[in-house]
Each structure stands twice: as C-alpha cells, then as structure tokens.
C-alpha cells in the first residue's frame, strides 16, 4: 500500500506495520491508519473523482487502505443518496439541510461500509472465515457482504438478539452462535475462539481498517456537496467507530486540500446511554452506564472505541447533546412525513439531537448542516409500529367516512 | 409531451390525447401509452446516456410520459444495482447470471418506479392529494415519494394488512384507512372516495402512466449490460402490471435501435395463485383463483392488468412456471447465501421460477439470464424467520461450543 504510512496506537503512539490482520496495540489502545497525504495528492484530484463512474465507496480507493490489486467487494456499498431538505431546514430555522440516507445500502445500514473493508482485508490475509461478535447492523451486513463475497463467517450474538436481525444473518448463510448470557460473556466466547481458530477478526474497536471504511460517508457528502463543507454534521453515537470514521474522512479530505475548512460535529446520544457524550460534557474520563433506551443499535454502556470518538469531538469543537426516545421517535415521523426517509430509531437519533439544539437556539439561523441516518427503519419494525398510532378503521361505507373524517377534523380537498 | 403521440386501449383500440389524470378507457380496457420513436430518436443516443450523470429512473427522460418542465422526483428512485452472480450460474447450469436488486430502493421495493412516476404526473395534473389501495409496496412507495414531494396521501388498506406495512405507511404520514371487509370492499370504497374528492389516482391497473415508471427496471438491465441482451429474464408476477411494464421498456429500447433482439419473458407465479400463467398455458381466458400463497405481493386471485401481461409474455415467447411456497423460500435462502441478496418471498420468485426450470432441463446450458428481485426481505421478517432455522444456542463456554460444532458436522478452519 504505496498511500499508507504505518499504522499507529492512539494511546501510546507506538507505530506498527500495515498488515491485513492487525488487531489493537499492545497497550490495549486501538490502532489508526496513517496516510501519505503528499504522495495521494499526486495520484488523486478532484477532476480524476469527478471522471470516476463507480458509485460505491471504492471510488476513493487512493483513501482507503487497500492494495491496488485488491478487487473491489460485490455488493454496491456506499454512494447513497444525500437529499436536500428545505421544508425541514425553515421548520428547524437553519439556513440548508441535507439528509444523507445510508439507510440505502445493501443490507440497509451504514455498517455495510465497515464491513466490505472487512471483506477486502481479509482477502489480502488470506482468509476464508470472517467473525464478529455483535447483536445487529455489524452482523447482518458482515454476513451479506461475506456471503456476496463467497467467504464464510461465524457470528456471535447474545440470546437477546432480535429476531428479525437474526433472520437476515441466517438468510445470508452465516454460522449463528446465540450465547446464553449477557453481551459481554458473548464477546468474550467470540475472542476465545477468534483466537482458536484463527478467523478473521470484524470487530470495529479492534481491527482498525473498519473505521477506514466508515470514513467513506464523510467523503462521500462533501463530493456530493460540490466540497462546500457546511457548518455542521449531526450523527448517532453508540460505541464510537462511526463519528471517528466520519471525522477522519473529514480530516483526509482537507489533508489533501480538497475541502477548506473543516465542520463542527454534533454528536448525539441518547439521554439513558450516554457515556461518550458524558465524558466530553464533563472534560473527564468516560464511565459505563446502564443501556436505558429503545435505539439499540446505540444501546453502548460500555463504548468500544470511546478514545477516537471523544478526540473527534473535541478537535472539530463539536455539540454533544442528548436526547429521550420520545425525542427519537418523533424525529422518526419527522423524517418520514417531510423527507420520505424511514430510519430505524438509532439512524434519526442524529436529527432529533440537530431538532433540540435548533429549538434550544444553539445554532444560528444562517447555519447550514447534515444529518445522517444510518440505519433503515424496516431493522426495526417493532418500534415504529409502536410510535406511529393506528389507522382510520371504518367498514366500507362511504357515511362512515365521511363521518370518520369529520370527527378527526381531516381536511379534505 | 413531444415524445408521446396519445394513449390507446389495449381492448378496443380507441385513442385518448395523453392528459395527466388518464384512467381507464370507456370499454374498461386498460390504456397503453404510444410513443414517437422517430422523435425520440434524434433525441436520444447511446452516447448522451452514457455521459448523463443521473443515478436514477428520470436518465430515461426521453422514453418516459412526462413533460420536459415536469421536475425530477425527489427520492433517489432506480439505477439499482446489477451483480453478476457466476457462482449461481454455474449452480444452475447456465453460462451467465445477474441479479437485479431492485429491494435497493428508497422504500425497499420497484414499486417505488410506479409511485414516482405518480408523483411526476400529480404534480403536472396539479393535484395536491394522491390515493390508491394496496397493502403493501405500491402503497408505502407512494406514501415515501409523495412525503418527500410534499404531496398528501390517502391509503386504503384491508384490516388483515401486515402491521409493518402499515408503520412505514403511518411513518411517511400518509391518512390510512383501514377498511373492515375484504379487499374487493376495500377497492370499492377508494373508488367511492376518489371520486367523491377528485384525488389523483395511483392504482397501477387504472392509471396508464405507472408501468411506464416500473418499465424503467428493463432500460436499466439493458443500459447496466452493455445493451447485450440476455436470452432470458425471469420475474415474478401478481396483477401483472410489472411484467407488463418491463417488456414495455425492452420494446422501447428495441423500437429505437438501442438494442438489437428482444429477451424471452419467464413468467413465475405461486401454484397456489396462478391465474395468468393459467391462461397462457391453457391458451384461455383468465378465471380467478383463491390465494394460497406466503408471498404476499403476488397473491393476487383477480388480476388487475392481466390483459397487458399475458400479450407480453405471448410476445416474448415467454415461459410460464410456478413454484411453491418451499420453492420461493428456498430460493430466498439461495440468493441470501450466493449473492448477499435478501427479497421478500414474492422478490424472490422469478429466482425460484428460474431455478425450477433449469432444473427440469429446459434452458440450454450456455442460456444468459437475469433475474429481477422486486422488493427487500425486510418487508416480511416472519416468513424469514419460519424459514431460516434457529441458531446454534450455547453458553459461553468454548467446549460446549466446541461439541456443538462436532454434532452438527460444521467445519472448522
């Protein structure tokens, strides 16, 4: 890899080789890739990308810490659409908003990214079994992109699990161990056999490519904005990968002086787990918390990667904010009603923490942002189904209508 | 519209001028949309399309029923993704395989092509209010698309509509109705209602314009191969209305030299619920039939656009199959395991239908073929679950794991 320098510890600073199957340092910190930035100038302009048809994540190839022979992975990952939202930036009294939907991806989150890194890491290593332990988007795209990708994968997953998740690993053929015990005796059964048997380990907090992939959708936004960088960008935090990866695309993109400025991260978390977000508000360490909040996919009491998360926040000089899953819920509808955008509950966590602050006038009426969603709503059905109300129900009956409609005051025309 | 010269119906062969809120002929035939080739053709050319940058449906402007002022959608509709699937292939004997996962899709499903389309051609009849019954894809496409264009929706799903679908209808704020009664109650009181508000009518067997949205899926296969054409394409089918729109895209593009032959249609349909794939077999009209099949979105007794699905599949030379209910979920394992693709079951079926046949022999071994997946298995987790198995259930304990891989002969390496 002529474009990566070394990898490096984010505690001790200790420097290691790029090799495929890197895991945490010894220190216990986790590892970031360093680039040459001088000589990816050379190889990439903006002119090049804007020639580029691939729409996926590999188009930035001379970013991501792959070999040139390395194919790209089979599923179309990333290039999802960015929507600009007028209506919904007037209602929350911003200046422009864009929604970038990672909802659309192959296996519908934005853990798809991270996954096909994974696939095309292991290639490099040479191996035909990829494991994880998680209970949701990890997984299930992990077990889609392996399976497009002819690779087996053995994914552990605590006996809580929800079923609809674990229906889409079994339809994509992985090998389901469901652990009898918390998450932790599940991550800890998962390592003694990672460790056993040598599979290829997909653990965003531990192999340090996966955030790599993360940082496409950072990249990916500001390419789709013409790289005028807005003032801010709001996302979800759960154990961390993802606000890190997203801040180091940022941080790549100017580097190489494709962007100019860089912009203030919101980090949003919900009010019943929130440790990152805690940490920075308290400028001390993190502590763990109890996992009190319907978004599961950000449910992190224990975060996996809380060291690149809350340096990400605090270098873009970012907004923590936090919010209850009644705001979450209603940041669903939100963006179901105006944008035609159905997240599940962990993927509008980010614009129901954009909503607050704007309604808390944090942010000034000039002020332009994005904010992702990052998983689709049809993960979680359950939710949705519980916040969005009943039907009209009325026998076929034209009366009956009218009068149905009459007594809910629906205008009609 | 310069590129459309009117709408005739496909009974009685009587023209209508080609206004945006066309429905039905007089005689209660369906109308088909008639197209200036000629014109078209010094429009449009390989090479422009080429060079077009727009990732969705509206690339085809030229062969679509809009007027040129008539604004793009909102949501990224179509361009889904085309995966070359050899390992498939070479599992059912033939030379050369591609999925279309047309479940890439803003709300999950090529319905989406259908609904947008409505919401192009509301926009230009002005209307403000859009309504159909369905329960399922056709009626959350609508509802995301109109959301996202600021358009309102009224939805007349029967009581029995899955709870999910009904969550992303509430969710993109549509006014649902839930009629108590079947659905030919259901169908009769949005009749009553549109006609009483005059809402503009999005029902795919009444409204001429909405295959002319789902015949997009055929351009795009063609566009994505080069404008080689395959010798089959396998697609399952309920009212009719999409496989009626596909062929209608594929004699497009022959009609204007993009392509050089026509494929051969393979028409699959549950055994349980085969009332058009009868009709062609049996060289007879269509008799309704009950609804014994899982997959819900093809479970259609009384077809609403038999008449334009069974001449295209007569045209092509089409094959008929049907599968059965274990079929269809095979199949869903299949391209879960092969491709990292997950349909619902009736997205699913043309792969089931495609199987069966090369099972039986009846293409030959060095046939091409795609295969269209028409919506995304999140829409229906149940049926997933019944047929995906269990997971392997242990506690965290790497010798009581490893007898359990012993039992179940899983290998390790």
Redesign the interface.
């Known amino acids: 890899m002529r474009n990566v320098i070394c990898a490096r510890c984010v505690k001790c600073g200790r420097e290691y080789e790029a090799v495929p199957n890197l895991t945490n340092c010894g220190c216990g910190g986790i590892l970031d890739i360093i680039y040459d930035y001088d000589y990816i100038k050379t190889k990439l302009t903006k002119e090049t990308l804007a020639n580029r048809r691939n729409?996926t994540m590999w188009r930035y190839r001379e970013l991501l810490p792959v070999e040139e022979t390395t194919p790209d992975t089979?599923?179309?990952v990333g290039?999802s659409?960015l929507?600009e939202a007028p209506?919904l930036a007037k209602e929350l009294g911003i200046r422009q908003l864009w929604i970038k939907?990672d909802g659309?991806n192959?296996?519908?989150s934005l853990k798809d990214r991270a996954s096909a890194m994974a696939v095309a890491k292991a290639r490099e290593a040479g191996a035909?079994?990829i494991a994880c332990s998680s209970t949701g988007n990890a997984a299930s795209s992990l077990?889609?992109?392996?399976?497009?990708?002819?690779l087996k994968t053995y994914i552990f997953?605590p006996?809580r699990a929800p079923?609809?998740k674990?229906?889409?690993?079994?339809?994509?053929?992985a090998?389901?161990?469901?652990?009898?015990?918390s998450y932790e005796?599940?991550f800890?059964?998962s390592r003694?056999?990672i460790e056993?048997?040598g599979w290829y380990n997909r653990n965003a907090a531990i192999n340090p490519y996966l955030s790599e992939g993360k940082k496409t959708v950072g990249l990916e936004m500001m390419e789709q904005l013409g790289w005028q960088v807005p003032d801010y960008i709001a996302i979800s935090v759960g154990d961390g990968c993802t606000i890190a990866g997203l801040w180091k695309g940022l941080k790549d993109l100017y580097a190489i002086g494709f962007i100019d400025r860089l912009p203030r991260l919101i980090a949003v978390q919900a009010a019943g787990c929130c440790p990152i977000n805690r940490a920075v508000e308290e400028n001390a360490p993190w502590r763990p918390m109890e996992e009190n909040t319907l978004a599961d996919s950000i449910a992190v009491g224990v975060p996996r990667n809380p060291d690149k998360a809350i340096q990400a926040i605090r270098e873009s000089k970012g907004l923590t904010v936090e919010v209850t899953d009644g705001e979450i819920m209603a940041a669903?509808?939100l963006l179901?009603?105006?944008?035609?955008?159905?997240g599940e509950p962990a993927g509008v966590t980010g614009t129901a923490g954009l909503k607050k602050l704007c309604a808390q006038g944090k942010l000034p009426p000039d002020a332009t942002a994005v904010s992702v969603v990052t998983g689709?709503?049809?993960?979680d059905?359950a939710n949705?189904?519980r916040a969005?109300?009943?039907?009209?129900?009325?026998?076929?009956?034209?009366g009956r209508?009218l009068e149905?409609f009459a007594e809910r005051h629906?205008p009609?025309?």
Chains 1, 2 share one sequence.
């Open positions: 729409p089979e599923l179309r290039w659409p929507y209506r939907d659309i192959p296996t519908a035909e079994v077990a889609g992109n392996a399976a497009a990708a002819g997953v006996a079923k609809g674990v229906a889409q690993l079994m339809t994509f053929g090998t389901v161990i469901s652990v009898q015990g005796d599940t800890e059964l003694q056999a056993r048997w669903q509808k179901g009603t105006r944008c035609g955008v159905f689709n709503g049809l993960k059905v949705a189904i969005c109300g009943e039907p009209i129900s009325v026998p076929s009956d034209l209508l149905a629906i009609l025309k």
